[in-house]
């Protein structure tokens, strides 16, 4: 009896484990329940289940609210709850049959109620209050809403551990999710895949069953949440000579990055330890040109609900407002004869306002500091809201003051101490998203202080190729005769194009001028450096002394930079 017991065991474990696991979880908070609803086709996920009450098909009124696009809220002394979408505005109150819309009162087939603490109402009062019309289908259990609108052709990912949400953060998540109202949106649970490429097939599967176009993929979690893929430093951007074979290789190290999740050209055995030397040197076959953005909020179990609700106050604080963008800088680059330092992103974000070649920051305001950074930092977050840029380099501990130093004018207790207003933040040159996990001044600011969706980099920039002048010829002054004439000269937009990753910036803030996202604008960013990168990996340039494969050092800046938070709605 005994060993047909542990046959049985046996058996039933391997069949487990020869089951195929190439389909996702997908949360759509409805376990325990029949009845889903849709608006224009588009899912909407509940943390509570919408349930039959008195014959009457109740859901929770703020999920379908925000998914109509209505501000919801709440007044706990009175228990009213309102909803407005435009000129409309609805208000109603807990256990109450009557409602107003608009200056009319109606009467609700059943009273609102609260159940695990979340407010239910008809669903046809709900939808119709702002003009929707609502069916429902019995057969398939299914409240269908429809605003007229046609259904969302593009699809929107939003990737998520169970194993790392609690409740709250869960629900936080669903209800973002039904914030964007023009992609069909997808929530998977990624808790199976413990890979970068094994979870990059399984959305490859996903979106060929689906069909359509991707939108977007945004990823809740840190690294060891939700996999990211791994980055080995390997390149070789010289020939080399009698000392050295001209690569650069770091053996000890393994980088992560998300960079490879923007497009689905990739076959995923060749995404494992992805390195520059791959892409070049052995042309394996790896597309490096996005097709639509990703962003991850890198945080973890019970943080990510606080964020998401700062991340919607930041939304209504800056909705209309020209915000000032704040540059703070610490360049090392140094040259006799310069104005600044070739590597002072500061210095560049200024000619991008000031020379008429470039024209951007029309309606922005600038302000850069060079000196007692530490304190102007704290009292720009002191005075208000703010789009930071910091230029230094430094570490995943902070950004230096100097070179190779550890003496930090911003670091993990800064990064947690400015919380007086939010801020967006661009850090260039510092690794200070090292991990993409708990350990690194990203993550601090963005859980204990008022960071907002930060750019910033994984992997250490050394800003190889990143200049604000280049020794070019110049016409031979009147009256001089001889050899060329050489100087110093600011780069322009044709010098931007010879590899330099100040391309990346003028095309984020180019995009940021027309009126574009963060998101969006980072993503365009991305795309144009991707395919100027992919045009010159095989071309040498002799510049700044040497003769280099400069877009080498562009591969390694595109698996460096990422955009950490929230997708915009």
């Not at 409309?88 to 009162?105: Q, S, Y």
């Not at 050209?265 to 953005?293: A, G, R, T």
């Not at 840029?389 to 190779?404: E, F, L, Q, T, Y």
Request: proline share 4%.
């Amino acid at each position: 009896m005994k060993r047909f017991r542990w046959i049985s065991l046996f058996l039933f474990f391997l069949i487990c484990t020869l089951l195929p696991f190439d389909s996702f979880a997908i949360a759509d908070g409805e376990g325990n329940s029949e009845i889903t609803v849709t608006i224009n086709s588009r899912p909407i996920y509940f943390d509570v289940s919408p349930q039959k009450i008195d014959g009457r098909v109740m859901v929770p009124l703020r999920a379908i609210f925000e998914s109509l696009g209505a501000e919801v809220g709440w007044e706990g002394s009175t228990q009213t709850i309102t909803g407005q979408k435009e000129s409309i505005i609805v208000t109603l109150r807990l256990n109450a049959t009557e409602a107003t819309v608009g200056d009319k009162t109606v009467t609700l087939d059943v009273a609102a109620t609260q159940i695990e603490g979340r407010t239910f109402v008809p669903a046809r009062f709900v939808a119709e209050s702002f003009g929707a019309d609502v069916k429902w289908d019995d057969t398939n259990k299914q409240v269908i809403i429809s605003t007229g609108v046609a259904a969302p052709e593009d699809r929107y990912y939003f990737l998520y551990n169970s194993h790392k949400v609690n409740d709250q953060d869960l629900a936080s998540i669903k209800l973002f999710v039904n914030k964007f109202r023009s992609t069909l949106n997808i929530l998977l649970d990624t808790a199976q895949f413990k890979t970068a490429p094994q979870l990059y097939d399984a959305l490859k599967n996903e979106q060929k069953k689906l069909g359509g176009k991707v939108a977007g993929i945004q990823i809740f979690g840190t690294a060891e949440d939700v996999p990211s893929f791994t980055y080995t430093h390997k390149m070789k951007p010289s020939k080399g000579n009698f000392e050295w074979n001209g690569i650069e290789e770091d053996k000890t190290n393994k980088s992560v990055s998300d960079f490879l999740y923007s497009t689905f050209k990739n076959d995923s055995k060749y995404l494992n330890d992805i390195s520059v030397y791959n892409i070049v040197q052995e042309s394996l076959p790896i597309s490096v040109i996005p097709e639509w953005p990703v962003s991850r909020l890198p945080l973890t179990e019970g943080e990510i609900a606080k964020y998401i609700d700062n991340y919607d106050t930041y939304r209504k604080q800056t909705e209309g407002k020209s915000v000032p963008t704040v540059a703070i800088s610490a360049p090392v680059e140094f040259q006799k004869g310069l104005d600044t330092a070739q590597d002072d992103i500061a210095f560049f974000i200024k000619r991008l306002k000031e020379d008429k070649e470039f024209g951007l920051f029309k309606n922005i305001d600038q302000r850069i500091y060079y000196k007692e950074l530490a304190e102007n930092l704290m009292q720009e977050n002191k005075t208000g809201i703010m789009d930071l840029v910091m230029g230094s380099r430094g570490d995943s501990d902070g950004a230096s003051m100097k070179k190779d130093s550890k003496e930090y004018y911003f670091d993990h207790k800064s990064a947690a101490s400015l919380n007086s207003n939010y801020y967006t933040a661009f850090f260039w040159g510092f690794d200070a998203a090292k991990g993409l996990g708990i350990d690194n001044v990203v993550h601090d600011g963005l859980v204990q202080g008022k960071m907002i969706n930060p750019i910033a980099h994984t992997i250490p920039a050394a800003n190889r190729g990143v200049n604000n002048y280049l020794w070019l010829p110049i016409p031979t002054p009147e009256g001089e005769t001889g050899n060329d004439w050489y100087d110093y000269l600011p780069v322009d937009k044709e010098h931007l194009e010879w590899d330099n990753p100040f391309f990346f910036v003028y095309k984020y803030y180019e995009a940021i001028d027309s009126g574009k996202t963060r998101l969006q604008s980072f993503f365009e960013a991305n795309a144009a450096y991707a395919t100027l990168t992919e045009a010159n990996k095989n071309t040498p340039r002799f510049l700044y002394g040497f003769e280099y494969v400069w877009s080498s050092f562009g591969f390694e800046n595109l698996f460096s930079l990422h955009y950490l938070g929230l997708a915009d709605y």
